[in-house]
């Protein structure tokens, strides 16, 4: 297959490329280096299959070449990333979105949209199932994303009921894994990082807010089965074990080995920073089970070892 993936030097995008590759596909990464880096894909420049190409897909979206399936990554992803850049946000879910389903349609290829556990918003229901509607402030500090990725959900649903396209939903629960951003302020770099430099792991509020992590393998895994499904319907892709800060603290610290001298503290961030924060998240992945025959494989330890070593090798 011809793909091209926007954001396609992020931290996910750059795991997605590498994959495509090495199962014989070609790839055009599209990415404008808001919040990724040539750094991530630069082990895959020398492959004649796979091309890079610096552009703000809010602008616009063409490319000359046959493409059987385009993947829109590109948002910025994290808190910190999104806060910091708000009207970006919203922009590339809305009409960055819209240019990539135009080039899916005008090309005739398959159409998969990243979509989030944050269309949930804060969710008063739990475990959550794609059929939740979701608790989300539409004012909020965290709604130029979720109510952007909540945009993007229903221009690509448009786009299936009006134009056929074949289109696919996946909702993202929080994935980690070697370069993702040492500096995007979100809980694993920020965890793993301070673990790393013997610094302490800076816990939020009280520590009992929840989330279930994926590894990226897995994520990707995840990514390609519902592409290749016949799937309309937003699908869930998350690790189902859910943990408190408090204990996924201990776990970095676990897995960081016994020569860590760091310890968990709890401090209070920003009002900003933690505003409508989640306070419970676990996917329910009944349909990723029976639609993508999909469970998560790599256990959390096993997942943060990989983890701690990519930052230990560019940290020190
Ligand atoms: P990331 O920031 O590493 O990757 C996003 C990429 O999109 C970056 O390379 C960025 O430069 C690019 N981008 C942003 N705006 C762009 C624009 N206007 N034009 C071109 N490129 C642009 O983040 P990630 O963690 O790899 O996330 C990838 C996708 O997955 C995002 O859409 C995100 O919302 C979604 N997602 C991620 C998670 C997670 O836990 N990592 C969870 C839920 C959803
Ligand atoms: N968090 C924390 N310490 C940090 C960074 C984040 O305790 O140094 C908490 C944050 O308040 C939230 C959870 O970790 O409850 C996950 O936050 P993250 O920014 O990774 O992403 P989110 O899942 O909110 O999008």
Redesign the pocket.
């Known amino acids: 297959m011809n793909v091209l993936i926007?954001?396609g030097?992020?931290?996910?995008?750059s795991h997605l490329s590498e994959r495509l590759l090495k199962d014989g596909h070609r790839v055009v990464a599209?990415?404008?280096?808001?919040?990724?880096s040539r750094a991530n894909v630069a082990h895959l420049a020398a492959n004649p299959d796979f091309e890079l190409i610096e552009?703000?897909?809010?602008a616009g979206l063409d490319y000359a070449g046959p493409l059987d399936a385009v993947m829109n990554?590109?948002?910025?992803?994290?808190p910190v990333?999104y806060l910091d850049n708000p009207i970006?946000t919203m922009l590339?879910g809305s009409h960055?979105t819209r240019n990539a389903l135009e080039l899916a349609r005008v090309k005739g290829a398959r159409f998969l949209q990243?979509?989030?556990?944050?269309v949930y918003g804060d969710p008063l229901e739990h475990p959550q199932k794609e059929s939740y509607w979701g608790n989300v402030s539409c004012t909020g500090v965290r709604s130029v994303y979720d109510e952007a990725?909540r945009f993007a959900e229903a221009l690509t649903m448009a786009y299936h009921r009006r134009h056929g396209l074949p289109t696919r939903i996946i909702r993202?629960?929080?994935?980690y894994g070697p370069r993702m951003?040492l500096n995007d302020g979100r809980v694993v770099p920020n965890f793993v990082k301070q673990a790393v430099k013997n610094e302490p792991v800076t816990i939020y509020g009280d520590g009992t807010a929840t989330r279930s992590f994926t590894y990226v393998s897995d994520l990707v895994e995840g990514m390609l089965r519902l592409l290749m499904s016949d799937e309309p319907m937003p699908v869930n892709v998350g690790n189902p074990r859910e943990m408190t800060m408090t204990e996924f603290a201990e776990a970095v610290l676990k897995a960081a080995g016994p020569e860590c001298r760091s310890q968990a503290v709890y401090v209070q961030p920003s009002k900003e920073r933690i505003a409508d924060d989640p306070q419970r998240r676990r996917p329910d992945i009944t349909r990723a089970r029976a639609i993508l025959g999909w469970d998560p494989k790599v256990p959390l330890e096993d997942g943060l070892r990989e983890t701690i070593a990519y930052f230990r090798s560019v940290i020190h």
């Open positions: 926007t954001g030097a992020g931290f996910i995008g599209v990415d404008n280096f808001i919040t990724g552009r703000d897909i809010i990554l590109a948002s910025p992803a994290s990333g970006e590339v960055g990243a979509s989030t556990s944050e990725k993202i629960f929080n994935t951003d």
